[in-house]
């Protein structure tokens, strides 16, 4: 499956099953509409509730970080790309179609990937593929038979690890406040180190 299948099935507005560097997600192409709510229909996911938005190469990265303060662009930097989603404003709305009903904020994952993903030059809307509250798929065959079933496109990379990103809230670094981490993710003593190197507290709720 190359690159370009897979952007044009996006962009055409199916939703796909794809690899992070964590399990696999469904993923949307954020500026197909049409995408995004077949993704929300096929996940059973209220549109009200968040989705993150996945971006697989740097130049997208840079482009969401850049209308950021310089504290929370460098918090965030610190942690992608790799396994986590970071809870950053979204000033200009770009990132609105995976905000649910909390338009204003993002939560922005960077995965290490390699090709198809990395070559395909969208933003994507993402959440896990697997029904709500179920088991994080580590492999395709862990993906629901009905999910599966609904998808435009497949990218197989083989067995992921299987433990979800962590999810940390950094919207509140530009005030001074510490960056608040909601899910652990694989490695959370990972995650504190790399924020404390750009002088970012992280807590962690009990």
Same mark, same amino acid.
């Given at each position: 499956m190359t690159a370009a299948e897979v952007r044009a099935a996006l962009v055409a507005g199916g939703v796909g099953l794809v690899p992070t560097d964590t399990v696999y997600g469904l993923a949307a192409a954020l500026d197909s509409p049409e995408g995004v709510a077949a993704l929300y229909a096929l996940k059973g996911r209220p549109r009200s509730q968040p989705c993150q938005v996945l971006l697989c190469d740097m130049g997208l990265v840079y482009e969401a970080l850049a209308p950021l303060d310089a504290v929370t662009a460098a918090a965030a930097r610190a942690l992608l790309p790799g396994p986590a989603t970071c809870l950053v404003p979204d000033p200009s709305g770009r990132y609105a179609a995976a905000s649910g009903d909390a338009p204003g904020a993002v939560g922005v994952r960077a995965p290490v990937v390699g090709a198809p993903m990395s070559e395909l030059g969208i933003p994507l809307v993402a959440t896990s593929a697997n029904h709500p509250g179920g088991t994080d798929p580590s492999e395709l065959a862990d993906v629901p038979d009905d999910v599966r079933a609904g998808v435009a496109v497949e990218v197989d990379a083989?067995?992921?690890?299987?433990? *979800?990103?962590?999810?940390?809230?950094?919207?509140?670094? $530009? #005030?001074? !406040? +510490? *960056?608040?981490?909601?899910?652990?993710?694989?490695?959370? $003593? #990972?995650? !504190? +180190? *790399?924020?404390?190197?750009?002088?970012?507290?992280?807590?962690?709720?009990?």
């Amino acid at each position: 499956m190359t690159a370009a299948e897979v952007r044009a099935a996006l962009v055409a507005g199916g939703v796909g099953l794809v690899p992070t560097d964590t399990v696999y997600g469904l993923a949307a192409a954020l500026d197909s509409p049409e995408g995004v709510a077949a993704l929300y229909a096929l996940k059973g996911r209220p549109r009200s509730q968040p989705c993150q938005v996945l971006l697989c190469d740097m130049g997208l990265v840079y482009e969401a970080l850049a209308p950021l303060d310089a504290v929370t662009a460098a918090a965030a930097r610190a942690l992608l790309p790799g396994p986590a989603t970071c809870l950053v404003p979204d000033p200009s709305g770009r990132y609105a179609a995976a905000s649910g009903d909390a338009p204003g904020a993002v939560g922005v994952r960077a995965p290490v990937v390699g090709a198809p993903m990395s070559e395909l030059g969208i933003p994507l809307v993402a959440t896990s593929a697997n029904h709500p509250g179920g088991t994080d798929p580590s492999e395709l065959a862990d993906v629901p038979d009905d999910v599966r079933a609904g998808v435009a496109v497949e990218v197989d990379a083989g067995r992921l690890p299987g433990t *979800a990103s962590a999810v940390v809230d950094l919207r509140g670094v $530009a #005030a001074g !406040e +510490a *960056a608040v981490l909601i899910r652990p993710g694989p490695d959370p $003593a #990972a995650v !504190e +180190a *790399a924020l404390g190197a750009v002088g970012v507290t992280l807590v962690r709720p009990r």
